[in-house]
């Protein structure tokens, strides 16, 4: 569907004699190598637009060797921007979120917010959203690639697994003696005590941990990766009430949750 913009923009162009002069009414383009041929009413339809701002006659529109017009773009995929140029048709859902980039390159709004109502686009938004709750999710994400990248040609292991804290709230200590900013660790029994790898956290929203390692898992298999992750306990940090301590002698573990990320390579 043509936004009103596009349709002004049709009824100007026909009274507009001097820009058909600059260019002829049926154009041949070099679209990354890939030749197509339109009309100047087809490319200037909707003003605002990288395509209407070329042929508006202000720019020097540069040429291939064989005098067509030349736009640096994805060839393959220019033919859905025509095709919404000339009909207002929009792309299947399956290519969309490789259309929007392109629609977004060419600065078609309308075509752009039309997309943008798409199933897999509502669900990326309604991600992203999610995302953002989590101060460092980014930065975390990155930072376990790194490391594996970095591990990866030290590794004689068909599993790769480290250690990642999550924890929704940051909980006021009740013994003064707790650090708490130590940096968490696991020990489980008639094992050496380990070093977490990451830590995720506080946030101020209603979200679970384990809702934020579904959502960590999900990200690493959408990127290709095969992995399993697992609940393993609590940090193993804690805190003695001091002997002079006025009340009753106790002791203060620290509540934050561990996870256990294992990333599978020959699976």
Request: charged fraction near 25%.
């Amino acid at each position: 569907m043509f936004t009103s913009t596009c349709l002004q923009t049709l009824q100007n162009l026909k009274m507009d004699e001097n820009l058909q002069k600059k260019f002829p009414p049926v154009i041949e383009l070099n679209v990354g190598g890939k030749l197509y041929t339109t009309t100047l009413l087809t490319l200037v339809k909707c003003k605002d637009t990288m395509l209407a701002a070329m042929f508006s006659g202000n720019y020097d529109v540069k040429k291939d060797q064989h005098g067509r017009y030349f736009i640096d773009a994805d060839g393959e995929n220019f033919h859905y921007i025509l095709n919404y140029l000339r009909y207002g048709e929009l792309p299947p859902q399956d290519v969309a979120p490789k259309i929007y980039r392109e629609a977004t390159y060419f600065g078609l709004q309308g075509m752009v917010e039309e997309l943008e109502k798409n199933p897999s686009f509502l669900a990326k938004i309604h991600r992203e959203s999610f995302r953002a709750q989590f101060p460092g999710y980014t930065k975390l994400m990155n930072s376990i690639i790194n490391k594996i990248y970095q591990e990866s040609s030290k590794n004689t292991e068909t599993v790769s697994s480290l250690l990642v804290t999550l924890f929704a709230k940051d909980k006021k200590p009740k013994l003064e003696a707790f650090d708490k900013n130590h940096w968490c660790t696991f020990k489980s029994k008639n094992k050496k005590r380990l070093k977490v790898d990451f830590v995720l956290g506080p946030w101020t929203s209603k979200t679970k941990e384990k809702e934020v390692m579904d959502c960590i898992v999900f990200d690493f298999k959408e990127q290709g990766f095969t992995l399993t992750h697992e609940s393993i306990g609590q940090c193993s940090y804690k805190c003695d009430s001091p002997p002079d301590y006025p009340g009753e002698a106790t002791v203060e573990n620290c509540p934050r949750s561990i996870f256990k990320l294992s990333f599978h390579w020959w699976k």
